[in-house]
């Protein structure tokens, strides 16, 4: 089998085993109100299929396909920035579960041991779960493992029919006799299929049913038609919920949310309100590193040992050192570098920058595009004039340098290490290090102008 690009992102499990995983994302998503593709949608700052995609290969997929509907680009391209190599296939007619799965008939055939049928719009499967679905399909007695939970409201869910603890049919809830609809034990629709027997079972899968198609499900009962063993592994109902609107999006987004910062806590961050804290999938957080309440963390975020984030403070693309202080009212964005005992106070912006260790940017200030050396202090309102309408262009501060308030640095220039910029400069040019730079006009004073000038508008 090839070797997949995703093997990055995997446990090293199963080194005698194959796996293909088969992602259903052809589905319109109409009650999400979207142009989107539903798969597109994101939580914690990554799409759905992003969240699927990344847990089928750290449970080991050696091979990952990806099943859409027509004129879906925008899916393809989500898949290969999450698996370079993903194959995607078209399902051109919506004719079921099973339909969806055989739009992968080549794959399948390639002869992996175990296939796992995922969906884009269940987001929240870990990859533990399909790793046990895995396990169970290598115990060798089993041909089908399907994912099943306890329901409080079984209504429109299809029933797991169990006997005497084996796995024998799914029942679609339109399709269940009154004694079937009873039942809360519930199909969560992912399954485990055994390669070997994979084609034979979907193949024989037919459209006897009132909607006329070709359900997946069917394939429990077909397997047992063939003397072929199905079993259920019964998970929380939160880990195997779908998404089809935005109620059940935000309801998503809560709960990856409370895993996110439950996982975070455990590993030695701080959140004092955790609650109020929004962090994204990727996020991580050093040991004793302390978040406020009400920051936002987006994608690739890094914050390290013992840092403060204080509140209101929204973070993302950036990069925290050790015992760095952020905000509040704080505000870094992608290629924000920050090292050890920083400090950037209220209302500052830092936006593609490096700021060396120690440094001090306290107060209502924009750094872009810049180095700001170590231990500089750049005073309240400076700003790095990076932007000319056309291009960006880069500032350089030196170590030890300081910048006095509502001061202007125009891009390019550089202000050597140590120099003094004094309060209200507008620096076009390189400064020398060492050396004070006065780049504003000499004030003058003309006394009784004031007066004079108000009794002339009076009289006029």
């Known amino acids: ?10 446990a090293p499990a199963y080194p005698s085993r194959t796996c293909l995983a088969i992602v259903l994302a052809a589905g319109n998503g109409k009650r999400m109100r979207s ?11 990554r799409s759905m299929l992003g ?10 997929a050696d091979k990952i396909v990806v099943v859409v509907g027509p004129d879906q680009g925008a899916l393809e391209a989500e ?4 698996v370079p190599d993903v194959e995607l296939v078209i399902q051109a007619e919506r004719r079921g579960t099973a339909h969806a799965v055989l739009a992968a008939r080549e794959a399948i055939a390639a002869g992996y041991d175990d296939i796992i049928v995922a969906f884009a719009d269940t987001p929240l499967v870990q990859p533990e779960t399909f790793s046990k679905m895995r396990i169970a399909l290598a115990a060798g007695e089993t041909a089908i493992v399907c994912l099943g939970f306890e329901a409080k409201d079984p209504t429109g869910y299809g029933r797991l029919i169990m006997k005497d603890g084996v796995l024998e049919s799914i029942r679609e809830d339109r399709d269940a006799n009154p004694d079937e609809r009873k039942l809360s034990t519930c199909n969560a629709g992912l399954m485990g299929i055994a390669g070997r027997h994979a084609l034979d079972l979907l193949g024989a899968i037919g459209c006897e049913n009132s909607q006329r198609e070709y359900y997946l499900t069917d394939i429990v009962a077909i397997a047992r038609a063939q003397k072929l063993a199905s079993c259920a592994l019964i998970v929380q109902q939160d880990e195997v919920m779908g998404v089809n609107d935005r109620a059940q999006l935000a309801l998503a987004e809560a709960l990856m949310q409370s895993r996110l910062r439950t996982q975070a806590m455990s590993l030695g961050a701080t959140l004092v309100d955790p609650e109020s804290v929004t962090l994204a999938y990727d996020t991580t957080l050093g040991e004793d590193v ?8 987006g994608p690739g975020v890094e914050v390290k040992t013992g840092a403060l984030i204080r509140s209101f403070s929204h973070l993302e693309g950036a990069n925290v050192g050790e015992n760095a202080t952020v905000g509040p009212f704080a505000r870094l964005r992608p290629g924000a570098r920050l090292m050890q005992e920083v400090h950037i106070g209220n209302f500052v912006e830092v936006k593609a920058s490096e ?3 120690g440094a001090k940017i306290n107060h209502l200030s924009y750094i872009g595009d810049a180095s700001v050396g170590a231990k500089s202090n750049l005073g309240a309102g400076t700003i790095t004039c990076n932007y000319d309408g056309f291009a960006k262009y880069r500032t350089e501060i030196g170590e030890g340098a300081f910048i006095g308030s509502h001061s202007a640095l125009v891009a390019p220039v550089a202000i050597g290490a140590g120099a003094y910029v004094a309060t209200g400069s507008v620096v076009t040019r390189d400064v020398l290090p060492d050396s004070l730079v006065v780049a504003r006009a000499r004030q003058t004073e003309k006394p ?3 007066a004079g000038f108000r009794q002339k508008k009076r009289k006029s």
């Not at 089998?1 to 995997?10: D, T």
């Not at 898949?79 to 999450?82: H, K, S, V």
């Not at 302390?290 to 963390?297: A, K, L």
């Open 51 to 60: 969240h699927v995609l990344s847990a089928v290969a750290k449970a080991g």
């Open 448 to 450: 009784g102008w004031a």
């Open 290 to 297: 302390t978040i406020e309440p009400h920051v936002v963390f």
């Open 1 to 10: 089998m090839p070797a997949n690009s995703s093997r990055s992102l995997k």
């Open 79 to 82: 898949a290969r920035l999450i």
């Open 35 to 45: 142009k989107l593709p539903k798969a597109m949608h994101k939580l914690a700052g």
């Open 355 to 357: 700021v060396g260790a």
